[in-house]
């Protein structure tokens, strides 16, 4: 059967063109933070004539740049999105008064925007404009992309994962597997993700614990340091500035660790009891929208916070690492409390040698 390779793209669906819209959008992971991210391509006779994305909060949304990649071609065609269009005037104009004079036939919308400035009214704006509007494509890959983002918005507060490895006889690892210590790892794209991540005192001196990537563009989550342990903190390396209007080190009162003995550059907090809640409150003055609590090396002393978060139901996501191996010595397991919780939607995937277990609460 002959095909022209022009009509071989008349036969996708909606759910293509919106999957392509997510694979634009994660372009911008851990960047667009209090933004959601979000792509959007331009569709005229089943050809992709414009696509786009959202690349930081401040900059053009993603219908603009998918529009100006369109030009003329936008008429009549279909505009794919994984957000609603936005319909006020925020750091940029109405994405819903960019589609309308595009003069675009349809517009197909991932799923409705959970913001109460926009919840709808873009859609309600396309359509008495005379805009045929179709919701919920590929509904559940965009809600995922945007978890943090939903959560944030409809909480106010920031979406706590918690991280760590386990070996095949149950026990937890200070360590990471193989392929997840490096850039580029799945652990390294994970902390990409999180506008702060909580590690233990050790991630300052082993900085190889948490390999962030350091590419030009590439997300540099606020690192939040905790330790009861003054001592541990004397032997931090001094950091490059850069890194150090990153990093926020939580301390106990009762280690009397001043402001000024802190390295210089680096945020100090001292606590009367380091806990889970008064970090999130932290995080929210400093309107973060997501957290991650990652239990790699030394970190026992995240004990009182692990107890804290299953107890208060302070976590959104967990996410699990299964390593090849059987650990052996002495056990070492999770110590929080004794009710059972059940996680929803699990979802797992391969890493390297590994298996990666990701659920809700
Ligand atoms: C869209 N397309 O690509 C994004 C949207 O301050 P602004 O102007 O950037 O507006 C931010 C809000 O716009 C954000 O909270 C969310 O409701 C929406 N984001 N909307 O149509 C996009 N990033
Ligand atoms: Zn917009």
Known sequence: LEMKEEDRYKYYDDGYYMRRCVELARKAIGCTSPNPMVGCVIVKDGII??????????????????????????????????????????????????????????????MVDPNPIVASTGVKKLQDAGIEVKVGVEED????????????????????????????????????????????????????????????????????????????????????????????????????????????????????????????????????????????????????CSVLLDLTGNYEDFEDMLKEGFEQNLFQKVVVEVLPVFSGGKERVLNYMDAKVMVKNLISSVSGKSVLLEGYF
Not at 76 to 103: D, F, M, Q, W
Not at 182 to 192: F, I, P, V
Request: glycine share 8%; hydrophobic share 35%.
């Open 141 to 288: 890959m965009c809600k995922r992309l945007n978890e943090a983002y939903i959560h944030h918005m409809l909480t106010g507060k920031p979406f706590l994962t918690i991280r760590y490895s386990i070996s095949l006889d149950g026990h937890v690892l200070s360590q990471l597997g193989e392929e997840a210590t490096e850039c580029g790892g799945y652990h390294s794209k994970l902390l990409q993700e999180y506008d702060a991540i909580i590690l233990p005192s050790t991630a300052l001196t082993e900085t190889s614990l948490f390999p962030i990537s350091k590419e030009l563009g590439a997300n540099q989550p606020l690192k939040i340091v905790v330790s009861k342990s003054p001592n541990s903190l004397t032997q931090i390396p001094a950091l490059d500035t850069d890194a150090a209007s990153k990093t926020m080190i939580i301390s106990e009162k009762k280690t009397s660790l001043e402001p000024q003995t802190g390295p210089e550059g680096i945020e100090t907090v001292s606590l009367d009891r380091i806990s889970l809640v008064e970090i999130l409150e932290h995080c929210k003055g400093k309107g973060l």
């Open 49 to 110: 004539v414009g696509e786009g994305f959202h690349p930081k909060a401040g900059q053009p949304h993603a219908e603009v740049f998918a529009l100006r990649g369109a030009g003329d071609l936008a008429e009549n065609g279909t505009a794919y999105v994984s957000l609603e269009p936005c319909n006020h005037y925020g750091r940029t104009p109405p994405c819903t008064e960019a589609l309308i004079k595009a003069k675009v036939k349809n517009v197909v919308v991932g």
